[in-house]
T-cell receptor
Framework: AQSVTQLDSHVSVSEGTPVLLRCNYSSSYSPSLFWYVQHPNKGLQLLLKYTSAATLVKGINGFEAEFKKSETSFHLTKPSAHMSDAAEYFCVVSGDGNDMRFGAGTRLTVKP | ETGVTQTPRHLVMGMTNKKSLKCEQHLGHNAMYWYKQSAKKPLELMFVYNFKEQTENNSVPSRFSPECPNSSHLFLHLHTLQPEDSALYLC?????????????FGPGTRLTVL
């Protein structure tokens, strides 16, 4: 079985400052891990995916995430926030089969 | 986002109505999914179809009835819903139902049950 915990329900940053969205996972298998973003009234868009290759994964729009097995973490970062980054972000773990477990989401607010 | 389309985008229905949600994927995928997204709750997987066969029913009430006539189309038939069924219903597809596959989502149908 697998599960994922997003440690912050809401993160607020100023435009141009770094973004850190935290995610911890639990999995009985070698997991695949994802970050998705959801803008208001839109579906989920894939930001990036980890599948046991490089531990540092680069995604779209300048986001990246680092898989740390020892810490069971997969935190999402971006060096400089943009207003258009304001959205809901979901960390997802997939283990055996087609069972994807979604975190509760982190709402990112970007202040001018 | 145009890879997976959903209609209608918004739906308001009474508890005695019958309606259907439609999902279509243009990605050549073989697996399709229905999710329910309620406020303050994680996404809930409802149904999975793999090569048109239902492979998962995540304890969903029988008032929700899925149909998958082919690998490109997925329906969710709704009958005698309850107000607590109001939510965003998301459809997704993936290449197949194997582990670690990336799922691509549609924009969702915002359902309100009066």
């Amino acid at each position: 079985a697998q599960s994922v915990t997003q440690l912050d329900s809401h993160v607020s940053v100023s435009e141009g400052t770094p973004v850190l969205l935290r995610c911890n996972y639990s999995s009985s298998y070698s997991p695949s891990l994802f970050w998705y973003v959801q803008h208001p009234n839109k579906g989920l868009q894939l930001l990036l995916k980890y599948t046991s290759a490089a531990t540092l994964v680069k995604g779209i729009n300048g986001f990246e995430a680092e898989f740390k097995k020892s810490e069971t973490s997969f935190h999402l970062t971006k060096p400089s926030a943009h207003m258009s980054d304001a959205a809901e972000y979901f960390c997802v773990v997939s283990g055996d089969g087609n069972d994807m477990r979604f975190g509760a989401g982190t709402r990112l607010t970007v202040k001018p | 986002e145009t890879g997976v389309t959903q209609t209608p985008r918004h739906l308001v229905m009474g508890m005695t109505n019958k309606k259907s949600l439609k999902c279509e994927q243009h990605l050549g995928h073989n697996a399709m999914y229905w999710y329910k997204q309620s406020a303050k709750k994680p996404l809930e997987l409802m149904f999975v179809y793999n090569f048109k066969e239902q492979t998962e029913n995540n304890s969903v009430p029988s008032r929700f009835s899925p149909e998958c006539p082919n690998s490109s189309h997925l329906f969710l038939h709704l009958h005698t819903l309850q107000p607590e069924d109001s939510a965003l219903y998301l459809c997704a597809s993936s290449q197949d139902g194997g582990p670690g596959g990336t799922q691509y989502f549609g924009p969702g149908t915002r359902l309100t049950v009066l």
